[in-house]
């Protein structure tokens, strides 16, 4: 089970409930303490939060800005964090292309809404309107896009791009996204017209 409380930082913070043994531990923690809920600088914390199946891999948004070490946060933004039961660390989905801990360029508040996890744990899927989360990334007008980031490896590939680019964002925006099992399908909405090619019926 996972529940967002507040504490000594006076914002909402990320826990999952364990029922076997009915203990709480602390996910949105600062990358120096397990134990210490992450700075927010006043903002609200977290937002939304998701889990795989098992619980082991938990993808939260929230405005914390020491989640993960030398983090440098600077984009006024809830960004995208990922958790790992097995060690109880925390790692920046929401990050410039090349960089672990510099947030993305992101800017609108519909950047945070809820990420979507497989069951399996494998994947996290967002959507941003963020620049500079792939390399080569050309979304000029702040469109938001939906990203696949492999839990694994820490690889992220953009999604809603154009049928001539992969890392081009298509003319409007795409959103709510829901991944399979097993990571590998996932279904996006968008308002975009360039992301597939439009064939002409011949009858």
Do not use: C, E
Not at 75 to 100: H, P
Not at 103 to 115: A, C, K, L, V
Not at 120 to 132: E, L, M, P, Y
Not at 158 to 181: I, K, M, N, R
């Amino acid at each position: 089970m996972l529940f967002r409380s507040t504490d000594t930082n006076n914002a909402f913070d990320v826990f999952q409930y364990d029922g076997n043994n009915d203990t709480s531990k602390l996910i949105s923690h600062t990358a120096n303490s397990n134990s210490t809920a992450a700075s927010t600088g006043g903002s609200p914390g977290s937002r939304f939060v998701s889990t795989s199946a098992d619980g082991s891999t938990v993808a939260y948004t929230g405005f914390f800005s020491d989640i993960v070490a030398s983090q440098s946060d600077s984009n006024q933004a809830a960004d995208t964090f990922v958790w790992n039961r097995t060690n109880n660390t925390n790692a920046l989905i929401t990050r410039q292309a090349g960089t672990t801990a510099t947030t993305s360029n992101q800017q609108s508040f519909t950047s945070g809404y809820t990420p979507v996890v497989s069951d399996d744990g494998s994947t996290v899927i967002i959507q941003t309107d963020a620049r500079n989360l792939v390399t080569g990334q050309s979304n000029p007008n702040f469109k938001l896009n939906v990203f696949h980031y492999n839990v694994g490896t820490g690889a992220i590939q953009q999604l809603s791009h154009t049928t001539t680019s992969a890392t081009t964002s298509g003319d409007d925006s795409s959103f709510y996204p829901f991944v399979s099992s097993d990571g590998t399908l996932v279904i996006f909405a968008s308002a975009a017209t360039n992301l597939v090619k439009i064939g002409r019926a011949h009858v």
